[in-house]
């Protein structure tokens, strides 16, 4: 029996000035984004299964704000999404799309993202990806430059890795300045 997939929440972003974790690593520099839909495909047993909610984890619903944008996704680039999963192999994903139509982030498991070279490289053919400012190891002078240029970025790391918090929670090194 096909079993429905379930929506998770978007990661929370840490503080690039506090988080000392995000200082030494090798990052993709992004421009920001506002949280739009969150899209969970799963694929089973020649059966495909899709839930649309929201970047909090909850369901879509024809009230959100966010809902047209998921009747858009269903009818233009589900199928396109399928065909991607399905040549790479992959049996799940959980793929996060900006208010603007940009998909800025694919989670394969509960504490696994992909980075953003290879969403780009995997994705790009069949939809917007985020804008990569530029590459750089984030040392202090870096961060200080990045914070006082008067725009706003993610700092994601090249290869995926994650910290715990003091209440014990993990989440992706994923920072904000």
């Known amino acids: 029996m096909f079993e429905p997939p379930t929506l998770l929440p978007y990661p929370e ?4 000035i506090s988080c000392a974790e995000i200082r ?7 421009d920001t984004y506002e949280p739009g839909i969150a899209v969970v495909i799963k694929l089973q047993d020649g059966d495909s299964g899709i839930v649309i909610g929201g970047w909090d984890g909850k369901h879509v619903s024809p009230t959100d704000e966010i809902w047209g944008q998921s009747q858009e996704f269903l009818t233009h680039s589900a199928y396109m999404f399928i065909q991607v999963m399905q040549r790479i192999g992959i ?6 799309i900006s208010k603007d139509g940009i998909l800025v982030d694919v989670q394969l498991s509960l504490n696994k993202l992909i980075g953003p070279g290879m969403l780009r ?3 790009s053919d069949i939809s917007k990806t985020q804008n990569v400012k530029e590459m750089s190891v984030l040392d202090d002078d870096k961060i200080k430059e990045l914070s006082t240029s008067g725009s706003s970025y993610i700092l994601k790391p090249s290869r995926y890795r994650y910290y715990a918090r003091s209440d014990d929670s993990i989440l992706p090194l994923y920072a904000r300045i």
Not at 13 to 16: G, V
Not at 24 to 30: E, N, S, T
Not at 91 to 96: N, V
Request: with cysteine; charged share 20%.
């Open 13 to 16: 972003i840490a503080d690039a």
């Open 91 to 96: 049996d799940q994903a959980e793929f996060f």
């Open 121 to 123: 490289d995997i994705f």
């Open 24 to 30: 030494g690593v090798f990052c993709y520099v992004v």
